[in-house]
């Protein structure tokens, strides 16, 4: 059942991954020039497809989001990296205003009730 507050939950946990993602594509760029420095990112879909699990759910406001950085095949690519960067701002931008959303909506539902 999709609630307010089942959204800004949702919402919460695409936000925690989503600056953790940016803080691994950053650390991508600041390695450009490292020899050896394997790719990090993570992957959104193994936490989003699971959303609507209740278990996963109730385990995932407990516990926090538990972003995985995984290591990457290839070198790192400046461009590649930067494009991501602004995907994951996109992503970021979206979950805000769906929060927003979430949170005008149970003002309104406490402004007409009172």
Known sequence: MFTPNNSIDKCNLILDL???RQRALAGN???????GY???DIDFSQYLGSMN???????????????VIQDQQGKVDQVHELTE???NSMAY???VKRITAAL???KTVINVGS
């Not at 760029?29 to 020899?35: A, L, V, W």
Request: without cysteine; charged residues 25%; glycine residues 2%.
């Open 38 to 40: 394997i790719r990090k």
């Open 104 to 106: 005008n909506a149970i």
């Open 85 to 87: 960067m602004h995907k």
């Open 18 to 20: 989503a600056a953790h």
């Open 53 to 67: 699990s209740p278990l996963e759910t109730k385990l995932s406001e407990k516990l926090g989001p538990s972003a």
């Open 93 to 95: 931008r979206t979950a």
């Open 29 to 35: 760029i600041s390695n450009i020039d490292t020899p």
